[in-house]
Protein backbone atom coordinates (compact mmCIF):
# COMPACT_ATOMS: atom_id res chain seq x y z
CA UNK A 1 0.00 0.00 0.00
CA UNK A 2 2.70 2.28 1.10
CA UNK A 3 4.44 1.58 -2.44
CA UNK A 4 1.22 2.44 -4.26
CA UNK A 5 1.15 6.00 -2.09
CA UNK A 6 4.20 6.77 -2.72
CA UNK A 7 3.74 6.52 -6.43
CA UNK A 8 0.36 8.63 -6.26
CA UNK A 9 2.53 11.36 -4.92
CA UNK A 10 5.51 10.73 -7.32
CA UNK A 11 2.62 11.21 -10.37
CA UNK A 12 1.22 14.41 -9.13
CA UNK A 13 4.81 15.85 -8.26
CA UNK A 14 6.05 14.95 -11.48
CA UNK A 15 3.29 15.55 -13.92
CA UNK A 16 1.08 18.49 -12.40
CA UNK A 17 3.22 20.67 -12.97
CA UNK A 18 4.18 19.57 -16.42
CA UNK A 19 0.24 19.74 -16.87
CA UNK A 20 -0.12 23.12 -15.34
CA UNK A 21 2.70 24.57 -17.62
CA UNK A 22 1.38 23.18 -20.81
CA UNK A 23 -2.25 24.51 -19.87
CA UNK A 24 -1.15 27.84 -18.95
CA UNK A 25 0.97 27.89 -22.31
CA UNK A 26 -2.15 26.23 -24.07
CA UNK A 27 -4.50 29.48 -22.74
CA UNK A 28 -2.04 32.24 -23.48
CA UNK A 29 -1.46 31.14 -26.82
CA UNK A 30 -5.28 31.00 -27.54
CA UNK A 31 -5.90 34.36 -26.09
CA UNK A 32 -2.92 35.82 -28.37
CA UNK A 33 -4.12 33.95 -31.62
CA UNK A 34 -7.45 35.26 -30.97
CA UNK A 35 -6.47 39.02 -30.54
CA UNK A 36 -5.83 38.76 -34.67
CA UNK A 37 -7.47 35.21 -34.82
CA UNK A 38 -10.90 35.92 -34.91
CA UNK A 39 -11.00 39.03 -37.35
CA UNK A 40 -8.59 36.79 -39.89
CA UNK A 41 -11.23 33.58 -39.51
CA UNK A 42 -13.75 35.05 -41.72
CA UNK A 43 -11.37 36.29 -44.64
CA UNK A 44 -9.18 32.99 -44.76
CA UNK A 45 -12.36 30.52 -43.75
CA UNK A 46 -10.74 26.86 -44.37
CA UNK A 47 -7.09 28.56 -45.33
CA UNK A 48 -6.85 29.01 -41.57
CA UNK A 49 -4.30 27.78 -39.65
CA UNK A 50 -3.99 28.26 -35.92
CA UNK A 51 -1.04 30.69 -34.52
CA UNK A 52 -1.41 32.57 -37.88
CA UNK A 53 -3.38 35.20 -34.90
CA UNK A 54 -0.88 34.61 -32.82
CA UNK A 55 2.10 35.85 -35.41
CA UNK A 56 -0.14 38.74 -36.88
CA UNK A 57 -0.26 39.95 -33.20
CA UNK A 58 3.21 39.82 -32.85
CA UNK A 59 3.38 41.44 -36.03
CA UNK A 60 1.40 44.31 -35.92
CA UNK A 61 2.96 44.93 -31.83
CA UNK A 62 6.38 45.34 -33.70
CA UNK A 63 5.63 47.68 -36.09
CA UNK A 64 2.99 49.84 -33.50
CA UNK A 65 6.53 49.92 -31.69
CA UNK A 66 8.86 50.70 -34.61
CA UNK A 67 6.28 53.56 -34.98
CA UNK A 68 6.44 55.01 -31.95
CA UNK A 69 9.64 56.16 -32.51
CA UNK A 70 8.94 57.87 -35.77
CA UNK A 71 8.31 61.86 -36.03
CA UNK A 72 4.71 61.96 -36.84
CA UNK A 73 3.35 58.04 -35.68
CA UNK A 74 5.41 59.11 -32.60
CA UNK A 75 3.79 62.43 -31.77
CA UNK A 76 0.65 60.52 -32.42
CA UNK A 77 1.33 58.31 -29.74
CA UNK A 78 2.15 60.76 -27.33
CA UNK A 79 -1.28 62.41 -28.38
CA UNK A 80 -3.08 59.62 -27.34
CA UNK A 81 -1.03 58.58 -24.38
CA UNK A 82 -1.64 62.22 -22.96
CA UNK A 83 -5.29 61.74 -24.19
CA UNK A 84 -6.05 58.37 -21.79
CA UNK A 85 -3.95 60.25 -19.05
CA UNK A 86 -6.57 62.90 -18.83
CA UNK A 87 -9.56 60.94 -18.91
CA UNK A 88 -11.24 60.16 -15.48
CA UNK A 89 -11.04 56.72 -14.45
CA UNK A 90 -10.04 55.70 -17.91
CA UNK A 91 -6.44 57.47 -16.71
CA UNK A 92 -5.93 55.40 -13.17
CA UNK A 93 -6.46 51.73 -15.33
CA UNK A 94 -4.08 53.27 -18.16
CA UNK A 95 -1.43 54.65 -15.54
CA UNK A 96 -1.75 51.24 -13.38
CA UNK A 97 -1.21 49.24 -16.71
CA UNK A 98 1.27 51.33 -17.96
CA UNK A 99 3.78 51.48 -14.77
CA UNK A 100 2.87 47.81 -14.68
CA UNK A 101 4.16 46.79 -18.08
CA UNK A 102 7.04 49.31 -18.03
CA UNK A 103 8.15 47.72 -14.26
CA UNK A 104 8.43 44.22 -16.01
CA UNK A 105 10.21 45.44 -19.10
CA UNK A 106 10.69 48.62 -19.21
CA UNK A 107 14.46 50.71 -19.26
CA UNK A 108 13.31 51.08 -15.57
CA UNK A 109 12.62 47.78 -13.76
CA UNK A 110 11.29 47.91 -10.53
CA UNK A 111 11.82 44.21 -9.75
CA UNK A 112 15.66 44.43 -10.47
CA UNK A 113 16.86 45.05 -6.93
CA UNK A 114 16.28 42.30 -4.47
CA UNK A 115 16.05 43.69 -1.09
CA UNK A 116 15.76 42.48 2.61
CA UNK A 117 13.86 43.84 5.20
CA UNK A 118 12.94 43.09 8.99
CA UNK A 119 9.66 43.03 10.48
CA UNK A 120 9.21 45.85 12.73
CA UNK A 121 9.45 44.04 16.64
CA UNK A 122 10.79 41.21 15.26
CA UNK A 123 14.22 39.47 14.33
CA UNK A 124 12.01 38.45 11.22
CA UNK A 125 13.63 39.02 8.03
CA UNK A 126 11.47 39.22 4.38
CA UNK A 127 12.95 39.69 1.27
CA UNK A 128 11.17 41.91 -1.63
CA UNK A 129 11.56 44.10 -4.25
CA UNK A 130 12.84 47.77 -4.25
CA UNK A 131 9.41 49.31 -6.05
CA UNK A 132 10.61 53.07 -5.61
CA UNK A 133 13.50 54.96 -4.04
CA UNK A 134 12.68 58.50 -4.68
CA UNK A 135 9.13 59.23 -2.28
CA UNK A 136 9.91 62.68 -1.47
CA UNK A 137 7.92 63.57 -4.92
CA UNK A 138 4.94 61.37 -3.73
CA UNK A 139 4.64 62.84 0.11
CA UNK A 140 7.99 65.29 1.05
CA UNK A 141 8.16 63.44 4.47
CA UNK A 142 8.73 60.06 2.81
CA UNK A 143 12.30 61.82 1.12
CA UNK A 144 14.03 59.29 3.52
CA UNK A 145 11.88 55.82 2.34
CA UNK A 146 11.96 53.26 0.22
CA UNK A 147 9.04 51.39 -1.36
CA UNK A 148 9.62 47.38 -1.22
CA UNK A 149 7.22 45.34 -2.69
CA UNK A 150 6.78 42.26 -0.54
CA UNK A 151 5.20 39.20 -2.91
CA UNK A 152 3.34 36.88 -0.75
CA UNK A 153 3.81 33.22 -1.35
CA UNK A 154 2.05 30.86 -3.24
CA UNK A 155 -0.06 33.84 -5.01
CA UNK A 156 0.11 36.80 -6.79
CA UNK A 157 -1.02 39.41 -3.85
CA UNK A 158 1.59 41.51 -2.38
CA UNK A 159 2.25 44.50 0.04
CA UNK A 160 4.00 47.84 -0.42
CA UNK A 161 6.17 48.27 2.18
CA UNK A 162 7.78 52.01 3.15
CA UNK A 163 10.99 51.48 5.12
CA UNK A 164 13.56 53.47 6.30
CA UNK A 165 16.46 53.97 3.97
CA UNK A 166 18.58 52.94 6.35
CA UNK A 167 16.58 49.69 7.30
CA UNK A 168 16.80 48.79 3.86
CA UNK A 169 19.60 45.65 2.76
CA UNK A 170 20.30 45.21 -0.81
CA UNK A 171 20.81 41.59 -1.48
CA UNK A 172 23.12 39.88 -4.15
CA UNK A 173 20.45 37.66 -5.60
CA UNK A 174 19.26 37.91 -8.77
CA UNK A 175 15.32 38.51 -8.99
CA UNK A 176 14.57 35.65 -11.12
CA UNK A 177 15.54 33.49 -8.13
CA UNK A 178 14.39 35.65 -5.14
CA UNK A 179 10.99 35.76 -7.07
CA UNK A 180 11.11 31.65 -7.44
CA UNK A 181 11.99 31.67 -3.36
CA UNK A 182 9.42 33.75 -2.48
CA UNK A 183 6.27 32.27 -4.63
CA UNK A 184 7.39 28.52 -3.42
CA UNK A 185 7.56 29.58 0.06
CA UNK A 186 11.21 28.99 0.47
CA UNK A 187 10.97 25.12 -0.99
CA UNK A 188 12.96 26.50 -4.23
CA UNK A 189 16.62 28.19 -3.50
CA UNK A 190 17.79 27.85 -6.96
Known amino acids: ?35 LGNILIPFLKEDYIPGIGLICTLAVITILGWLSTKFLTGA ?24 TIHSFIGEKKSFSKVAMI ?19 SLYDPLKDYVAVYVQQSFQVAGFTFLVPKDEVEIVDIKPEVAMKFILSGGMTSK
Do not use: C, H
Open 76 to 99: IFRLIDKLLEKIPFVKIIYTVIKD
Open 118 to 136: TIPGTEIKTLGFIMAEDLE
Open 1 to 35: MKIIFRSFINGILTFVPIILVVYIVYKIFIFLDGL
